[in-house]
């Protein structure tokens, strides 16, 4: 091998060695996403190691200390659970002494051993994720990085030796189709990382399935044209949601996706639990735990909705598909009431578009995300992108939890045709009508509340009563949304609240892009042409065509050597 070939590319503790054709897929803009991937598998690491010793001194109080107990350990007790087969804690309804690894005995009593959590990298290209994964993150198990394509599997393992001793003891790269591999070691993964090139949603049925109970699934979607309502169809027959084109879109995306997960989930009597939902650059991506339970799979329809979306103004309503019944101790489980809009919009007179179904509860855990940042600020250092994750993270703490979807304050000027008030003023209105408010870390412009959409619309016409509009056509959405009196008399004073503790302390929280061109890049092994200066920039495309050119031409001076050489002869 020589080196003079190759490019090194180093990123963290990471190093790997890029030929100059493009061969192996490499993404230098995923840099976000694999710091946001590390934060979370520490976090990840750490929660488990605390669910396992609460779980170990949950069942000593519940065993005694007595010494016919620390004797004779009961089944419960030796069935500890075991993180590479069952999850971490006890799920309702269900027997707790379920499967588990051997545990060690320690004078006389019993203690499960927790292992090292082994991860798999289902699609890992050059292996550079999966190494990062190795060298950074303390505690991590085995890492079994997975590829189809000989060429990338040659190619990271060729990484593997170059990064020393610590990547060739804990990363080991396979030549195997990602599907056929997961479906193969069911429950063996505590975590599975799936970052393909496109939709996930063909790995996903085998992916839910090689989790552990109470482990991790790390999934990217890069099809946001799709997701985001440019292929409706498509989206539907990939994902099993119809999107919409909101401003609200690349949230639908995320939810989307969620819900898609849980659906294969269900297939096997399981559940995602959403820890962490982040949209960044051109992509989704989702970090979710997976558990088995057929008793708390029943409350998958209370966590999806459809959307109806008006055609004529922003306001959006949320169909939930399931309901509950309580009668004493027993739950029923019933479908959702309907409709919760009549045929036409109650502020507009239009039409509705109906989207989904998606997902309608939380898509993060509020205690995971503080836990993540405290953990990125702590080690800022050791994170490339600490600057952009940090200011995501940051974001993400102080949005509503369980608000899904948002309105954009300008869609809402644009649709009455007046001035928009400022992010301030705005929020203080809603906040002083007893309402809850804050940003999002999709859009900048982007404003999450509980207030149903009479109480917006009644502020932003209070709000064009002190500033007035031209007259517009009686039959337009915003001349009809006007003509109605305001029920609410809105107060914009300012409220101490409407700023966000990131915004009084002005923390940056929507950073730009660090270079021109930052976004996706070819698949491997495709030939760059002239099309593709959008993508990689007019330099690197000029670079490309040049050494393509240089090696055409050294190609045909051999040839015509050759044919020389044998003409002389």
Same mark, same amino acid.
């Given at each position: 091998m020589?080196?003079?070939?190759?490019?090194?590319?180093?990123?963290?503790e990471?190093?790997?060695?890029?030929?100059?054709?493009?061969?192996?897929?490499?993404?230098?803009?995923q840099?976000?996403?694999?710091d946001?991937?590390i934060?979370?598998l520490?976090?990840?690491i750490?929660k488990r190691?605390?669910?396992?010793?609460?779980l170990?001194?949950?069942?000593?109080?519940?065993?005694?200390?007595?010494?016919?107990v620390?004797?004779?350990?009961? =089944?419960?007790?030796?069935?500890?659970?075991?993180?590479?087969?069952?999850?971490?804690?006890?799920?309702?309804?269900?027997?707790?002494?379920?499967?588990?690894?051997?545990?060690?005995?320690?004078?006389?009593?019993v203690?499960?051993?927790?292992?090292?959590?082994?991860?798999?990298?289902?699609?890992?290209?050059s292996?550079?994720?999966a190494?990062?994964?190795a060298?950074?993150?303390?505690?991590?198990?085995?890492?079994?990085a997975?590829?189809?394509?000989?060429?990338a599997?040659?190619a990271?393992?060729?990484n593997?030796?170059?990064n020393?001793?610590?990547?060739?003891?804990?990363?080991?790269?396979?030549?195997?189709?990602?599907?056929?591999?997961?479906?193969?070691?069911?429950?063996e993964?505590?975590v599975?990382?799936?970052?393909p090139?496109?939709?996930?949603?063909?790995?996903? =049925?085998?992916?839910?399935?090689?989790v552990v109970?109470?482990g991790?699934l790390m999934?990217t979607?890069?099809?946001?044209a799709?997701?985001?309502?440019?292929?409706?169809?498509?989206?539907?027959?990939?994902?099993?949601?119809?999107?919409?084109?909101?401003?609200?879109?690349?949230?639908?995306?995320?939810?989307?996706?969620?819900?898609?997960?849980?659906?294969?989930a269900?297939?096997?009597?399981?559940?995602?639990?959403?820890?962490?939902?982040?949209?960044m650059?051109?992509?989704?991506r989702v970090?979710?735990r997976?558990?088995?339970?057929a008793?708390?799979?029943?409350?998958?329809?209370?966590?999806?909705s459809?959307?109806?979306?008006c055609?004529?103004?922003?306001?959006?309503?949320?169909?939930p598909?399931?309901r509950?019944?309580?009668?004493?101790?027993s739950?029923?489980y019933?479908?959702?009431?309907?409709?919760?809009?009549?045929?036409e919009?109650?502020?507009?007179?239009k039409?509705?578009?109906?989207g989904?179904?998606?997902?309608?509860?939380?898509?993060?855990?509020?205690d995971w995300?503080t836990?993540?940042?405290? =953990?990125?600020?702590?080690?800022?250092?050791?994170?490339?992108?600490?600057?952009?994750i940090?200011?995501?993270?940051?974001?993400?703490?102080?949005?509503?939890?369980?608000?899904?979807?948002?309105?954009?304050?300008?869609?809402?000027?644009?649709?009455?045709?007046?001035?928009?008030?400022?992010?301030v003023?705005?929020?203080?209105?809603?906040?002083?009508?007893?309402?809850q408010?804050s940003?999002?870390?999709v859009?900048p412009?982007?404003?999450?509340?509980?207030?149903?959409m009479?109480?917006?619309? =009644?502020?932003?016409?209070?709000w064009?009563?002190?500033h007035?509009?031209?007259?517009q056509?009686?039959?337009?959405?915003?001349?009809?949304i006007?003509?109605?009196?305001?029920i609410?008399?809105?107060n914009?004073?300012?409220?101490?609240?409407?700023?966000?503790?990131?915004?009084?302390?002005?923390?940056?929280?929507?950073?730009p892009?660090?270079?021109?061109?930052?976004?996706?890049?070819?698949?491997?092994?495709?030939?760059?042409?002239?099309k593709?200066?959008?993508?990689?920039?007019?330099?690197?495309?000029?670079?490309c065509?040049?050494?393509q050119?240089?090696?055409h031409?050294?190609?045909r001076?051999?040839?015509?050597?050759?044919?020389?050489?044998v003409?002389?002869?």
């Amino acid at each position: 091998m020589d080196l003079n070939d190759y490019t090194i590319i180093k990123e963290g503790e990471a190093e790997i060695l890029m030929h100059a054709k493009n061969e192996v897929f490499f993404n230098k803009t995923q840099v976000n996403n694999r710091d946001m991937s590390i934060a979370v598998l520490r976090t990840f690491i750490s929660k488990r190691k605390q669910e396992h010793e609460a779980l170990l001194s949950k069942r000593n109080k519940k065993n005694g200390s007595s010494s016919d107990v620390e004797d004779k350990p009961n =089944d419960c007790d030796i069935n500890i659970e075991k993180s590479n087969d069952q999850g971490l804690e006890e799920k309702p309804n269900e027997d707790p002494c379920t499967a588990s690894e051997e545990p060690v005995k320690i004078e006389g009593k019993v203690r499960g051993k927790l292992k090292p959590p082994r991860v798999l990298e289902a699609l890992s290209a050059s292996g550079l994720r999966a190494l990062r994964y190795a060298r950074e993150v303390e505690g991590i198990g085995q890492v079994v990085a997975l590829d189809n394509d000989k060429g990338a599997v040659e190619a990271c393992q060729r990484n593997i030796k170059f990064n020393g001793s610590v990547a060739c003891s804990k990363v080991e790269s396979h030549l195997a189709d990602a599907r056929v591999y997961m479906l193969t070691h069911p429950k063996e993964f505590d975590v599975v990382d799936l970052d393909p090139y496109g939709s996930p949603s063909v790995f996903l =049925d085998s992916a839910v399935q090689s989790v552990v109970d109470g482990g991790m699934l790390m999934c990217t979607a890069t099809d946001m044209a799709v997701l985001c309502g440019g292929n409706g169809e498509v989206c539907y027959s990939k994902y099993g949601s119809y999107p919409l084109r909101g401003k609200y879109c690349h949230e639908m995306a995320l939810r989307i996706l969620l819900a898609c997960i849980e659906s294969h989930a269900n297939r096997y009597k399981r559940y995602i639990v959403p820890v962490l939902s982040v949209q960044m650059d051109f992509y989704v991506r989702v970090f979710v735990r997976v558990y088995t339970s057929a008793s708390a799979m029943k409350n998958t329809p209370l966590k999806l909705s459809y959307v109806y979306q008006c055609i004529g103004c922003d306001s959006f309503h949320l169909q939930p598909i399931g309901r509950t019944v309580s009668k004493n101790s027993s739950v029923r489980y019933l479908p959702g009431f309907a409709p919760v809009v009549p045929q036409e919009c109650s502020d507009c007179g239009k039409k509705f578009n109906m989207g989904g179904p998606i997902w309608s509860a939380p898509i993060h855990d509020q205690d995971w995300v503080t836990s993540i940042l405290a =953990d990125v600020k702590s080690m800022k250092n050791c994170y490339p992108a600490y600057e952009r994750i940090s200011a995501v993270l940051t974001t993400i703490s102080e949005e509503l939890p369980d608000v899904p979807l948002f309105l954009s304050l300008h869609n809402l000027c644009a649709t009455l045709k007046c001035t928009s008030p400022s992010a301030v003023i705005f929020r203080s209105a809603v906040i002083n009508a007893g309402y809850q408010i804050s940003g999002t870390h999709v859009n900048p412009l982007g404003l999450k509340s509980d207030a149903p959409m009479d109480v917006i619309w =009644d502020i932003m016409r209070c709000w064009v009563k002190n500033h007035p509009v031209k007259a517009q056509p009686a039959d337009q959405p915003g001349s009809v949304i006007l003509s109605k009196e305001p029920i609410l008399q809105a107060n914009f004073a300012r409220a101490v609240a409407s700023l966000s503790k990131a915004q009084a302390k002005k923390v940056a929280r929507f950073l730009p892009n660090p270079e021109r061109h930052w976004g996706p890049k070819l698949r491997a092994g495709r030939q760059i042409t002239s099309k593709h200066i959008s993508l990689l920039g007019e330099e690197a495309v000029n670079g490309c065509l040049n050494d393509q050119d240089s090696e055409h031409d050294a190609k045909r001076q051999k040839i015509e050597k050759s044919n020389d050489a044998v003409a002389e002869s």
